[in-house]
């Protein structure tokens, strides 16, 4: 265990709808990062916050959007689904509002648009 | 976009035999990570060295870092089965995110 918790593990839903993921981050860890992993696009940064504020953007669909929530935890909203969401997503947190020390993944969520 | 190339990009070897694996990068990094994700998990954290490293040693873990060529090695000594997973090297040029490389795929045969 990570300490980075992700929910839910898996999800499988239709095109057009709209799901909600969560993270709750490692205690202490004020940075939460958002990645999508597919195995064309490989690893790709969505979003990243610090302390409750937006820090970066990445390759974020305009479909896509997200929050950090005063306890800390995030929470990725996609919309609109199409069948290229599908992938994992994972979140990561650190101790520092930089990448110069390691990131913490949670074990990610697998989703399914069918 | 991608910033690290891992090569190769899948490597077979025998239990006990070391594995390297090589990431060249295209702009200057602040630092460069290893990372390890086993098949559908999430990534473990492995080694980090910075930018005024040049080489760091971590268990069976030993990485290099070579600024002039933009690139970087990981040498995993005596591997064993569970070590079977995909690594990812990724670097951080001081904005705000890590970037990370299309991984490779290490297969350690019993």
């Known amino acids: 265990d990570s300490g980075v918790t992700q929910t839910p593990k898996h999800l499988i839903t239709a095109t057009g709808q709209r799901v909600t993921l969560r993270c709750s981050p490692r205690s202490g860890d004020l940075s939460v990062y958002w990645y999508q992993q597919s195995l064309d696009q490989g690893l790709q940064f969505l979003i990243q916050y610090y302390n409750g504020e937006e820090r970066a953007k990445g390759n974020i669909l305009e479909r896509f959007s997200a929050q950090q929530f005063p306890d800390l935890h995030s929470e990725l909203n996609l919309s609109s689904l199409e069948l290229g969401d599908s992938a994992l997503y994972f979140c990561a947190s650190s101790t520092r509002d930089r990448g110069n020390y390691g990131y913490t993944f949670g074990s990610g969520t697998r989703l399914t648009v069918v | 976009s991608q910033q690290g190339e891992e090569d190769p990009q899948a490597l077979s070897i025998q239990e006990g035999e070391n594995a390297t694996m090589n990431c060249s990068y295209k702009t200057s990094i602040n630092n460069l990570q290893w990372y390890r994700q086993n098949s559908g998990r999430g990534l473990v954290h492995l080694i980090l060295?910075?930018?005024?490293?040049r080489e760091k040693h971590s268990g069976r873990l030993r990485v290099t870092l070579d600024t002039s060529k933009k690139s970087s090695s990981l040498l995993i000594t005596a591997s064993r089965a569970a070590d079977t997973a995909s690594y990812f090297c990724?670097?951080?040029?001081?904005?705000?995110?890590?970037?990370f490389g299309k991984g490779m795929k290490l297969t350690v045969n019993p």
């Open positions: 060295i910075r930018s005024n490293e």
């Open positions: 990724a670097t951080w040029g001081g904005s705000e995110k890590l970037v």
